[in-house]
């Protein structure tokens, strides 16, 4: 019988009489192993070169330059930066990085222009909102690979961005009264969670279960920002899960990790499961049409996030009556996790304008002393 010699990165398993072989690396503690032919059959160079490639971004043998794209995405995923990244924000770079690879894989990464990156943005201009993102993701890998010698310049400086064609305005109160008293309660509860917590909806579906919960406190790390933030719940939010407790508790199941808000078949939801039947919802109250285009001018935009620009609102309108006494713009960013003092100062310095504006009105006299 032969010796088989084994190329680097393939490994033998046998199992009685048989053989079995694979293409297997581990990186950063991560295992990837995938199944290969016998290397005397005709599809095990193939197989091999398809393995070599998926993980490396180079076939074996092949040159590769030490400036290149591929080499650029492979450190990058080697990287501290990259393995530190929260998991939510880590699967999307994964998408800029699948992207960059899809694109220019087989380019320098010297030869991508500010020209080449908006071309690509532009690409993805009916989604905004991921156009925005997946050029964020980008640059932070160009911005890592100009200080590791890969680019003396990051292309994705001064790219033209397109505005968000969904606004994330607060919720008025007469949407919210809709939503409230008409809407299905499997759709209704994520949606009182995130108004009155202020939280996000990826972070509302899959954290708000009753081993991050603790004496009325949810202990949640946010998946955008990494950031850990205790939220004191709401009494409306307690109810809520008290009543999913007791449906958890009628059918036998004891599941702490398991996230406290479920979808009508008793499942927890998926974020693309919960958006579409969102939007269904939003559709069946009146409050969106069917079709994006057939928005009205000025019309209420409703969306998932803007509740939590609804929280952020109020919390920020209150705190106007006395910013003192209530803790200004540090209270609205503790309570919604915000990193930038900015973003808290937005909504701090609204309130504040509407406050003092209402005070304003009080100040003015009678206007002809006539009563209309």
């Known amino acids: 019988m032969a010796t088989v010699q084994l190329e680097q990165y393939v490994q033998r398993k046998r199992r009685g009489a048989r053989e079995y072989f694979y293409f297997r690396i581990v990186r950063a503690g991560v295992e990837t192993r ?90 993805l201009a009916e989604r905004p909102a991921t156009a925005n993102r997946r050029l964020d993701d980008i640059s932070a890998v160009f911005g890592w690979g100009r200080t590791r010698g890969f680019v003396d310049v990051n292309p994705c400086a001064r790219i033209e961005r397109i505005t968000d064609s969904e606004p994330r305005e607060p919720w008025p109160d007469t949407a919210l009264r809709t939503l409230i008293d008409q809407g299905l309660p499997h759709i209704l509860r994520p949606a009182l969670v995130a108004a009155y917590s202020g939280q996000r909806r990826g972070d509302v579906l899959s954290q708000f279960c009753d081993n991050q919960i603790n004496g009325g406190v949810w202990y949640l790390t946010q998946g955008k920002t990494g950031t850990t933030v205790p939220v004191p719940l709401h009494p409306v939010i307690l109810a809520i899960a008290e009543t999913e407790r007791a449906t958890r508790r009628a059918a036998g199941v004891v599941a702490p990790g398991r996230p406290l808000l479920l979808n009508s078949r008793g499942d927890p939801w998926t974020g693309s499961g919960y958006g579409a039947s969102w939007r269904t919802e939003l559709i069946r109250l009146g409050l969106r049409p069917g079709r994006n285009d057939a928005y009205t001018e000025g ?62 009105m009080l100040l003015l006299p009678e206007i002809g002393n006539a009563t209309p």
């Open 34 to 123: 995938m199944p290969l032919p016998h290397p005397f059959d005709a599809e095990y160079r193939a197989a091999y070169d398809a393995a070599h490639l998926s993980v490396f971004g180079i076939t074996p043998n092949a040159f590769e330059s030490p400036t290149a794209i591929s080499a650029m995405i492979r450190q990058h995923r080697d990287s501290e930066r990259y393995r530190r990244l929260p998991r939510a924000s880590r699967a999307l770079r994964d998408y800029a990085l699948d992207l960059l690879a899809d694109r220019w894989g087989a380019f320098d990464a010297t030869q991508i222009k500010p020209v080449h990156v908006q071309a690509l943005y532009d690409s």
């Open 299 to 360: 019309q209420f935009k409703p969306t998932f996030h803007g509740l939590r620009h609804t929280s952020a609102t109020l919390i920020a309108t209150a705190v106007a009556r006395s910013p003192d006494l209530f803790g200004g713009i540090a209270r609205v960013a503790a309570m919604l996790g915000h990193l930038s003092p900015a973003m808290a100062a937005h909504y701090a310095r609204r309130a504040e304008v509407e406050h003092l504006n209402t005070e304003t």
